[in-house]
């Protein structure tokens, strides 16, 4: 069993992760610093359950300014979450997603290769790197159109440089659209489930025939914790991880409309500058060195977020 740290542990996919780890034994160190982008008792629940767990110990911390050494000690994995997510708001604040993505990320890896206990390096990138579409192999040009897109790619490029030049046992993970229960509130899912129950009316920016890769948040977990278990095959590896079913929006939206019963009003808008037009997964390779096989049909993933969205006030 292995002693792990969580950086974003209180965000909506780290905190599902620190779950799954401690479920299979490991002991986990959970960091986050609660940054507002949305509020903090949202990611105070999401973190109720691991806070639970007798393996688990959590600090509120920043990376851009925490001494991170005490908390790394004895951590031979690194999961690191932490991040300011989220395209439309890195226009207007790029201070925040440069010092968060860019700065946080660089500490983060020198305290790891000051500790020196650090086995594996988890880094979460995005589909984002690729720019406007997102549709091949890991291999493809890495053209970002959203300076949150830039500064994951300049994390994803430290991590490269540390493991170049020191050694740094790095596996990158770039995630796909996730969904799914503890969905970030800024999140179109979240949005348009949130307009189906309030009856409020929902807005789609193009013509809502963009689509995504929809990962459900629980097989981006198993792939993150399968890049751990078969670390030899991780290893300086960079991975696609997406779900299985690439959907356009305006079929989302009719989904979602059968699944609560309701019917959504739009309103129309133009495409946001940095928006994707098509994200569609390429996960061959995860496939093929980690065993990933997302298993979640989208349907069942949409139930499950509008279940947990029903049960907010
Ligand atoms: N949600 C998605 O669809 C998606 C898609 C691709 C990639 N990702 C990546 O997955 C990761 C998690 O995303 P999420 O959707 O769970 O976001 P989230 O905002 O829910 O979680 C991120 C957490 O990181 C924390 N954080 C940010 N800056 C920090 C700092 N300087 N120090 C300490 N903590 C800090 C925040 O407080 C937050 O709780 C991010 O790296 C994101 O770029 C997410």
């Known amino acids: 069993m292995s002693r792990c740290l969580v950086t974003g542990a209180a965000g909506f996919i780290g905190s599902q992760l620190c779950e799954a780890l401690l479920a299979r034994g490991h002991t986990v160190v959970g960091l986050d610093a609660f940054i507002p982008y949305y509020p903090r008792p949202i990611k105070e629940v999401n973190l109720a359950a691991a806070r639970r767990q007798a393996g688990f110990s959590f600090h509120e911390a920043d990376l851009r300014a925490a001494d991170l050494s005490p908390l790394l000690a004895g951590c031979e994995a690194i999961f690191h979450l932490a991040a300011m997510p989220g395209l439309i708001k890195s226009w207007t604040d790029f201070a925040l997603y440069e010092t968060c993505n860019i700065l946080g990320t660089q500490r983060l890896l020198a305290a790891a ?8 390096f988890l880094y979460v990138s995005t589909s984002s790197v690729y720019g406007r579409e997102a549709t091949q192999a890991e ?7 959203s300076p949150y897109g830039i500064t994951k790619l300049a994390a994803e490029n430290l991590c490269r440089a540390y493991e170049s030049n020191f050694g740094m046992p790095v596996t990158i993970l770039r995630y796909f659209s996730v969904y799914g ?16 129950l309030r009856d409020e009316p929902f807005i789609v920016c193009g013509d809502g025939e963009q689509t995504r890769s929809n990962t459900f948040v629980a097989d981006a977990v198993v792939a993150t914790v399968l890049a751990f278990e078969r670390r030899a095959a991780a290893l300086g590896e960079t991975f696609n991880v997406g779900g299985g079913e690439i959907v356009a929006l305006n079929r989302i939206i009719r989904m979602l409309e059968e699944i609560t019963g309701r019917s959504v009003r739009l309103a129309r808008q133009p495409p946001r500058p940095g928006d994707q037009t098509h994200t569609s997964a390429n996960i061959e390779k995860a496939r093929r060195l980690l065993g990933y096989h997302p298993g979640t049909p989208l349907a069942d993933g949409l139930r499950a977020q509008v279940a947990w969205q029903k049960t907010l006030p």
């Open 181 to 196: 229960p503890r969905q970030r509130p800024d999140m179109g899912y979240y949005q348009l489930i949130r307009c189906l």
């Open 139 to 145: 291999t493809a040009p890495l053209q970002p159109v």
């Open 113 to 120: 290769q000051a500790a020196a206990t650090c086995r594996h």
